[in-house]
């Protein structure tokens, strides 16, 4: 499964982005859960958002927990990220994955797929 991320962009604090995920379709896509990760230069790769197969349950990291919303649409094979009142500690490589299992999980080795990456910086 191929995976494309885009919507980064250069913003300043406060200010809301929406990220997108678009997959192929050589899978089922509501077959397994997504998730958006991150990677900040030079820290490791964390867990952002996630949403299980049907999008119903969604689990959030502390730190985006009622700024972001993660959400997907089965019809279209996307996913997204809206990200509200960002901050600067929010500047990353934001990626979006998927794949193994149906529900949410927040280990980076728990997903098979993984977008390019679409970069994110917010200014103070």
């Known amino acids: 499964v191929q995976l494309q991320a885009f919507g980064g962009g250069l913003v300043q604090a406060g200010d809301s982005l929406r990220l997108s995920c678009a997959a192929s379709?050589?899978?089922?896509?509501?077959?397994?859960?997504m998730s958006w990760f991150r990677q900040a230069a030079g820290r490791e790769r964390e867990f952002v958002a996630g949403a299980d197969w049907s999008g119903a349950s969604t689990v959030y990291a502390d730190s985006v927990k009622g700024r972001f919303t993660i959400s997907r649409d089965n019809t279209k094979n996307m996913v997204y990220l809206q990200m509200n009142n960002l901050k600067p500690e929010d500047t990353a490589t934001y990626y979006c994955?998927?794949?193994?299992?149906?529900?949410?999980?927040?280990?980076?080795?728990?997903?098979?797929?993984w977008g390019q990456g679409t970069q994110v910086t917010v200014s103070s």
């Open positions: 379709e050589e899978r089922p896509f509501d077959a397994f859960g």
């Open positions: 994955t998927g794949g193994r299992y149906s529900d949410v999980v927040q280990s980076p080795g728990d997903y098979d797929y």
